[in-house]
């Protein structure tokens, strides 16, 4: 269905042949708007910004872009298209027919599903509100400011199936995904991710390198969904979301190529040496790597869990791409998982799989994440240096699940807190790390310019050179 732009809310879910619901959300808007003017990016509302808008659902040509100042932006409601007979794909409702409304007993279920999934979208536009003050290119702010837009275009995406399938309590979850705010101490986001700090551009690279892709293989769990209006949600969303990810890989390779250009150019490896010049050590980029890659890996839950038996033998939530498995009932299987052994080793557990479906996501989640990894390790490598980057092991730092609480080293070795403690700045970023990246954080907003400590792209936007003016500052 084509989306209908001449409504107040853009949308192709008929929303004008729902007198209700659409006056239900027509209440919502403007309180997402206020929440967007006090929450969101700072100092933009007069802005510019060459920013992409979705015209279509279609996986061909489905933006247009334009110059839009960001509070009128045009968020709005598309679900993907509906598959015609769509079953079950999992789980011991294999089969059934996909459900249009949501059946009585996984009401609080899916209801606490998509919150938390809501959760998180408003989250990262907190967290990463204040870096367009100090953005290195004007291509750099405007793909902050597009992530922005979309995250907010996420929000509404859940705020319309809490509205239209969830009655009262689904229109007080759509209020109260505005009143929590990342980082608050007494109301604050559901998921410890969401609450971390992003002040600096490594770290919005990081973010959007591990922590999106996490959303993305959540978004891929629930495209897979028996409740229909979340699967067809979830996947226009995917569609948004791959650029997301894009920003994240793009930023890092850049840094390293900008760091390993300077490295040349020194003839030196030295961090000192760098940080004089400039630019981010590698050894500190491994450790900003350290830090999100956890942090993000606590966001799928524990490797032992029944509420994912649950959601998979039920028919709520899938495994990522669940076409590409064998078999989709997962039942006289297990996985074997790597536990602590309380004597400061490692043993292993075998998992009944529908119980362990959360690690069956990490995994494939890890492998994704490694791809990248591999990728600066080439660059590294072709320029001649011996330094190779490396994801952690899951078990190391990890706050959710059988590894919470007990101290590894960054390979996974069960180790003392006092060591663990002793040789935290050498794995995690330290206040001399941090304090250093963000020295390097000064606003460039000439067209075509490029903060020192970044290469610039490989292209621009839509076609458009990099040297584009992206962002018109007014
Ligand atoms: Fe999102
Ligand atoms: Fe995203």
Not at 83 to 101: E, S, T, Y
Request: with cysteine; net charge negative.
């Amino acid at each position: 269905m084509a989306i209908d732009y001449q409504q107040r809310i853009p949308n192709n879910v008929g929303l004008g042949d729902n007198r209700a619901l659409q006056r239900a959300l027509e209440h919502w808007q403007p309180h997402f708007l206020d929440w967007w003017r006090e929450m969101g990016p700072s100092a933009s509302q007069n802005l510019d910004v060459y920013l992409r808008t979705a015209t279509t659902v279609d996986a061909e040509g489905w933006a247009e872009y334009g110059m839009v100042k960001m509070p009128e932006y045009r968020w709005g409601i598309f679900l993907a298209d509906p598959m015609p007979d769509r079953r079950i794909g999992f789980g011991d409702a294999l089969g059934d027919k996909v459900w249009h409304q949501v059946p009585g007993e996984h009401r609080s279920t899916l209801r606490r599903l998509i919150v938390t999934q809501g959760d998180t979208e408003p989250a990262s536009v907190e967290q990463q509100r204040r870096l367009g003050l100090s953005c290195p290119s004007l291509y750099d702010l405007r793909n902050l400011f597009q992530i922005n837009v979309e995250e907010g275009r996420h929000l509404w995406a859940m705020v319309y199936l809490l509205h239209a399938f969830f009655g009262r309590d689904g229109r007080e979850e759509a209020e109260e995904l505005l009143t929590r705010h990342s980082g608050d101490p007494d109301r604050p986001r559901i998921l410890g991710t969401f609450n971390e700090p992003i002040e600096d551009w490594l770290s919005f690279f990081m973010f959007t390198y591990f922590t999106d892709r996490d959303g993305r293989y959540q978004l891929k769990s629930l495209a897979e969904s028996g409740f229909d209006p979340l699967s067809r949600t979830c996947r226009f969303m995917l569609t948004e979301e791959a650029y997301h990810m894009f920003v994240g890989r793009t930023g890092i390779t850049r840094v390293v190529k900008r760091t390993l250009e300077v490295m040349k150019a020194l003839g030196s490896d030295d961090p000192g040496d760098l940080r004089r010049a400039g630019v981010i050590d590698l050894p500190t980029l491994q450790r900003y790597i350290n830090f999100w890659f956890s942090s993000s890996l606590d966001l799928f839950g524990a490797e032992n869990s029944s509420n994912a038996a649950t959601y998979f033998a039920t028919g709520i939530k899938g495994r990522p791409d669940e076409a590409r498995f064998e078999e989709h009932v997962a039942l006289g299987q297990h996985l074997r998982i790597g536990v602590p052994d309380r004597r400061g080793g490692v043993a292993s557990e075998e998992v009944p799989m529908r119980n362990a479906m959360n690690e069956v996501t990490r995994g494939a989640y890890i492998k994704d994440c490694d791809i990248g990894v591999q990728r600066w390790n080439r660059l590294i490598a072709e320029a001649g240096y011996e330094f190779r980057l490396a994801l952690p092991s899951p078990r190391f730092r990890r706050a959710v699940g059988v590894w919470a609480g007990v101290h590894t080293d960054p390979r996974g070795n069960p180790i003392s807190e006092e060591a663990s403690n002793a040789r935290r700045d050498d794995w995690l970023p330290s206040e001399a790390d941090r304090t250093f990246v963000k020295s390097l954080m000064h606003r460039v907003t000439e067209p075509g310019k490029m903060a020192a400590w970044l290469a610039p792209p490989e292209g621009g936007i839509n076609n458009l050179p990099a040297t584009y003016e992206y962002v018109r500052l007014n």
